[in-house]
């Protein structure tokens, strides 16, 4: 926003965009004053939209790797969508392989999810009240199951 002063006769004459004022120059020194302030505010106002922007493209960023990272391996695993592979019907290794598949995309979506929220939490969070206890305590995330491919019923 333009603002252009020149002093008249009769005080200031100030010029805010197409509006024109003229001022004693007491007048003058209070609506400078309020235009100060409200100036000083859309500046903050600007940074912080700023802020969140950039907090907002890392965020995407860290998620977009992690859901590639699933991508990824569940593309490894193709091979049981086509049928048992290498393995027999009654062979357990097999719910082992398909256990590791969920586990896999399990673990690297919930460390991407994790990584995601720290960097939220630490854009909104002063610094030092982030502490891995207070994370883990405040994460409603499950912890994966290491024993995933055991735990599926036998039938």
């Keep these: 926003m ?3 002063l020149r002093k008249i006769e009769e005080g200031v004459e100030i010029k805010i965009g197409i509006v024109r004022l003229q001022l004693s120059m007491a007048e003058a020194a ?4 309020v235009l100060r302030v409200e100036l000083g505010r859309e500046a903050e106002q600007n940074d912080e939209i700023r802020r ?3 907090i907002i493209e890392r965020d995407r960023t860290g998620l977009a790797h992690g ?3 699933c991508r990824k391996t569940a593309a490894s695993y193709d091979w049981i969508c086509e049928g048992r592979g ?3 019907y009654d062979d357990d290794r097999y719910r082992m392989e398909v256990g590791n598949l969920v586990s896999s995309v399990t ?3 919930t460390k991407a999810l994790r990584e995601s929220g720290t960097r939220v939490d630490e854009a909104f969070i002063p610094r030092a009240r982030l502490t891995s206890e207070a994370l883990e305590e405040a994460d409603p995330l499950p912890k994966p199951n290491p024993n995933y491919a055991t735990q599926i019923p036998q039938g």
């Design 30 to 33: 209070a609506v400078m004053t």
């Design 2 to 4: 333009g603002i252009e």
């Design 67 to 69: 859901l590639d990272q």
């Design 107 to 109: 673990d690297t979506a």
């Design 86 to 88: 290498p393995y027999e």
């Design 52 to 54: 969140l922007k950039e």
